[in-house]
Structures are given as structure tokens and as C-alpha cells.
């Protein structure tokens, strides 16, 4: 039987509403196609009242100590530890990703993100220089919230991506303006419920939903923005850069990736087969991070693909609440048409399909009308292609194979990307060098979203400004102030 969709309201100044004109998004279980939300669709006068409500919060919520951040932050990060299963539920159904997915690196994910601002505000070190020339001085910085700040984040890792903004932007003593995507709502819905039980007080996160082009652009737009942190596409950071670089905001970028798998000759493919599968094809391949295009030294061609085609035949598409599904849907039917797209352009440029593409999926009766598409491998296109050279976000790979190593490098970086790559090597020597040839932000040597949280996070190119993670993240969410105070030579 059908269930009435879900209404997923704005949050402002602790309360749910929704917008003053009443329009709604119409959102569907990617899935099953079967009408899953209403999403409100906000703009410029919800965000307005968002403002408003965040004013009055700003400077009280800036004066609490860190201490008294860090325990709030806890205690979301325990609500949503306790909600683990609504919200894996909830971020499959707006997705399509399986649910053992959600369950195991989403939420787990969004949880950790919180714990990690919460402590890391509790052990901050400052800065301070002692001057001796041309006069004695003692400097040292101050470091303060900026006040109001925007939070963006795309549909592919809903919760994960949209509280690796506001965690550390709240735990600097920021209010947040926050906005998911409208495909994936609900779990930033959830968790302005679970902060707000957790006693962070009205105001201090308001979220929007909403269209880009209204609601996003609204809060890049105003003037009590001070600064915007957004993750999606590399189109709209630059969209959102020629609105928010003239008003003189602060702006991190986290955009789209094509990043390259590197197998050097040496690679131990019984080790790394796995991981290569997984970094292609998890979430679908609709991860900033995939390793969507392969690079194979060439004397390993035959013995990879012969290998790689095994693995990826035995990975199962189907029902993402099925906990044997390996793959659920895409997003949407119009993001797989787009995918479809882009594989038929490499079709066109001379690459061999070897697997997936458009071939029908036998799928149980509950989901036949989803947006499923099997994994895609498409051979030796060349390095101009489309295929090679756009983000995909889908699950496709492309596999080139190189001779020499400086030409998986000079592959590697042909594209306007440069967000991660991957080196399979036994060679340590070897991983070094390359590691420090190739234009991304990230490098991994025989592993793949290994990530600490410590670590800068961002991109190179195209692939974004600035670097979240860390004290990066606090320094972004943090405006500073050098006090020098003339101390004089003698006692
Ligand atoms: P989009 O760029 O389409 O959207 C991202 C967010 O921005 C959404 O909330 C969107 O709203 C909003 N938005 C769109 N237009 C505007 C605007 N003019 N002003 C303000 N906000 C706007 O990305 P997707 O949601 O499609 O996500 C996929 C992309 O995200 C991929 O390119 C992927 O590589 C990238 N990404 C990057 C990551 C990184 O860390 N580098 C991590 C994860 C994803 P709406 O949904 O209504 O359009």
C-alpha cells in the first residue's frame, strides 16, 4: 500500500514551518518512483526570517565557552547515534543508496563529525609571535566566530556532507544558515529536531529547503551571510563564487572530482582489487571521491581486466532496503539519463564497453520502476573524451592503460580536475614521487577513503577553494584579530 508523503518543513529559530506561500517540492523514493516528500520550497522571505532568527542567537551562542559548545555538540552526536536507524532509513528512501550503506558510513559518519568539533574546540592551541625588531612586542591572535554563515551541501551523502559544515561552524561559535539539497532533505530535517533536544538553543541552526537557484542563492546572496561553505558541483561553486567574492564573503568550495586509480606495475592486484571495486562503484559512483577513471600499467592490462570484470560481475544491484544489494538507484532517473549520456559519448569516441551501459536489470516487482543502472566499464577511450574528461557520478569507470609512470601521471592530471587520486604500488619511493606530481588535493598510496578527520580535505583546479577538516575548518569558520602589545626591551 502507498503511504502519504512525508512533509519536510523549515526549521527557524527552533520551530518547524512552512513557507509563507505555501509551495511545496514533489519528491519521489528513487527507488520505487512512488511519491515519497513535500518538500517546502523556500526562498528570499524564509531566509529572511532565518536571518532574523539567527541575529538574536548569534551573540549568545558566540559568547558560550567551548566547553559548553562542545557538550551541546556531544549530545547531537549521541541523538544521532540513538536515531541511527530512522535516519539511514530516511537517507535511503531520499537516495536510493542501500540502506546497510546508510547505516554503516552515512550516519556513523555525520555522528563522528560532531564528536570530532566537539573535542577538537577543547584542545585548540593559539598563535603568538615575540618581535624584537624594529621595536619589543608580544603578538598573538585572536580568534572569533564571524557571526551568520551559509552551509550548502549536495544529495549524494546527505547528513555526512551537511554536518561536516555546520559541526565545526557551530562548534566555532557561528549561527548557522543551512541548506541540503531538495533530492535529500529529511535527514537534515531530523537533525535540527535531535539538536534541538539536544539543547542547542532557537536559532543557532536554522535550515532552508529548497531550490538552489531560490533558496541556495538567497542565503549566498544576503548581506548578513559572512561566509559560505558549499559542496556540489563544480557549475554551481562557480555560480555561487560571482555572487559571494563581491560582497567580500569568505567561501570554501568543495566540488566535483574525476579522479584517477593509478596501477604501477608493481601493484599487488590481490590486495587492491577490492578497494578498486569499491572506490569505483560505492554510493553508485555518485561520490566526490570515486576512482572513476583507471589508469593500468600496461604490462598488467590483461591480468586487471580479467580480474576487475569478476569482481564487478559478482556485485549485486537491486532494492536498496535488501541488505544483499551492493548498489541501489541513482537519484534520480533524469541523473541516469544524464549518466546514460555520457557513457554513450564515450561509446562514440571509440571506447569498448565491456559491462553495464544500458543492459536491463531483473529487478524485484517493489523497485522495477527505479532508477537502477549497472556498473558501467568502458575500455581504452581516448584521454579527449567526455567520458574521461567530465564528472560522470555515476557507476561508470573508464580504464586507460599507460607505459611509462610519468604517463599515468601526465593522464592523471590531463583533466580540470583535481580532487583525489589513488596509487596501487609496492614501491614506496615510487608512491612519493608520484604522490607529489599529481595536481589533487588527496592522495592515497594502497588504500581508499581512508580518511582522518584531522587531515586538510579539498581540491585542486576545478575541484575547489579551501580545505575543510581540521583546524582548516575552524580556521575558515573564524575570523581573526593580531593584537600586538609593545613590551619594551628592559625589565
Ligand atoms: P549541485 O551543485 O547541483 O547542488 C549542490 C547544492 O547547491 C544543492 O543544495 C543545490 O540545491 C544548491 N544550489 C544549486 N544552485 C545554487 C545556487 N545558484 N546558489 C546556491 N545554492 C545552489 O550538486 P549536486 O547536489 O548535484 O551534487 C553533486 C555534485 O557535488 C558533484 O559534482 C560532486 O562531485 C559534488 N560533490 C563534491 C564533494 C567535495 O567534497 N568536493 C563531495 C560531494 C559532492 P538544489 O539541489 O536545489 O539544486
Same mark, same amino acid.
Not at 199 to 203: D, F, S
Not at 390 to 394: K, V
Not at 448 to 453: G, H, K, S, T
Given at each position: 500500500m502507498q503511504t502519504a508523503p512525508s512533509k519536510v518543513q523549515h526549521f527557524i529559530g527552533g520551530s518547524f514551518c512552512a513557507s509563507e506561500n505555501g509551495a511545496w517540492i514533489e519528491r519521489e523514493?528513487?527507488?520505487?518512483?512512488e511519491p515519497l516528500r513535500l518538500v517546502a520550497r523556500g526562498g528570499a522571505s524564509e531566509v529572511q526570517r532565518a536571518i532574523c532568527a539567527a541575529e538574536k542567537a548569534a551573540t549568545p551562542w558566540a559568547a558560550t565557552s567551548a566547553s559548553e559548545r562542545s557538550r551541546v555538540l556531544l549530545r547531537i552526536a549521541d541523538g544521532i547515534d540513538a536515531a541511527l536507524e530512522a535516519l539511514a532509513l530516511a537517507e535511503s528512501e531520499d537516495t536510493g543508496k542501500p540502506l546497510s550503506l546508510a547505516r554503516s558510513l552515512d550516519i556513523p559518519r555525520a555522528a563522528a563529525n560532531f564528536r570530532f568539533f566537539a573535542t577538537a574546540i577543547l584542545h585548540e592551541t593559539g598563535e603568538s609571535y615575540r618581535t624584537e625588531t624594529p621595536q619589543h612586542a608580544l603578538n598573538y591572535v585572536l580568534r572569533k566566530p564571524i557571526g551568520i554563515v551559509g552551509c550548502i551541501s549536495p544529495w549524494n551523502l546527505p547528513l555526512y556532507l551537511f554536518s561536516w559544515k555546520i559541526a565545526p561552524a557551530l562548534a566555532a561559535g557561528n549561527v548557522v544558515i543551512g541548506k541540503p539539497s531538495e533530492l535529500a532533505p529529511m535527514t537534515a530535517s531530523m537533525l535540527c529536531e535531535i539538536a534541538s533536544r539536544a539543547?542547542?538553543? +532557537?536559532?543557532v541552526l536554522n535550515v532552508v529547503h529548497g531550490l538552489g537557484g531560490e533558496a541556495g542563492h538567497a542565503i549566498v546572496s544576503?548581506?548578513?551571510?559572512k561566509a559560505i561553505s558549499f559542496t556540489g558541483g563544480t557549475a554551481t561553486g562557480a555560480a555561487i563564487a560571482t555572487v559571494a567574492a563581491p560582497a567580500f564573503k569568505k567561501l570554501s568550495l568543495e566540488l566535483g572530482g574525476k579522479n584517477p586509480t593509478i596501477i604501477c606495475a608493481d601493484a599487488d592486484l590481490t590486495v587492491a582489487m577490492p578497494e578498486i571495486v569499491r572506490s569505483a562503484f560505492l554510493n553508485q559512483g555518485q561520490i566526490?571521491?570515486?576512482?572513476?577513471r583507471i589508469l593500468v600499467h600496461q604490462s598488467r592490462l590483461a591480468e586487471f581486466m580479467a580480474q576487475f570484470t569478476a569482481h564487478v560481475s559478482g556485485l549485486r544491484v537491486g532494492?536498496?532496503?535488501?541488505?544483499?544489494?551492493d548498489l541501489g538507484s541513482l537519484v534520480s532517473n533524469e541523473h541516469r539519463a544524464k549518466v546514460q549520456a555520457l557513457v554513450q559519448s564515450g561509446i562514440d569516441d571509440? +571506447?569498448?564497453?565491456v559491462m553495464g551501459g544500458n543492459a536491463p536489470i531483473r529487478l524485484s516487482s517493489r523497485v522495477a520502476r527505479g532508477a537502477f543502472m549497472h556498473p558501467t566499464i568502458l575500455l581504452a577511450?581516448?584521454?579527449?573524451s567526455r567520458c574521461v574528461q567530465?564528472?560522470?557520478?555515476?557507476p561508470v569507470v573508464t580504464v586507460q592503460s599507460f607505459d611509462r609512470h610519468a604517463d599515468a601521471v601526465r593522464l592523471a592530471n590531463g583533466t580540470r580536475y583535481g580532487l583525489a587520486a589513488t596509487i596501487w604500488t609496492r614501491d614506496l619511493s615510487r608512491a612519493h614521487r608520484m604522490a607529489s606530481a599529481l595536481d589533487a588535493g588527496i592522495v592515497w598510496v594502497n588504500c581508499?577513503?581512508?580518511?582522518?578527520?584531522r587531515t586538510p580535505f579539498g581540491g585542486t583546479k576545478d575541484s575547489g577553494v579551501g580545505r575543510e577538516g581540521g583546524t582548516e575548518a575552524l580556521r575558515f569558520f573564524t575570523e581573526q584579530t593580531n593584537v600586538c602589545i609593545a613590551t619594551g626591551a628592559q625589565l
Open positions: 523514493n528513487p527507488a520505487t518512483g539543547g542547542l538553543p +532557537a536559532g544576503h548581506s548578513q551571510t566526490c571521491l570515486c576512482g572513476s532494492d536498496p532496503l535488501e541488505s544483499e544489494s571509440g +571506447a569498448k564497453i577511450p581516448p584521454q579527449e567530465e564528472e560522470i557520478f555515476g581508499w577513503l581512508l580518511r582522518d578527520l
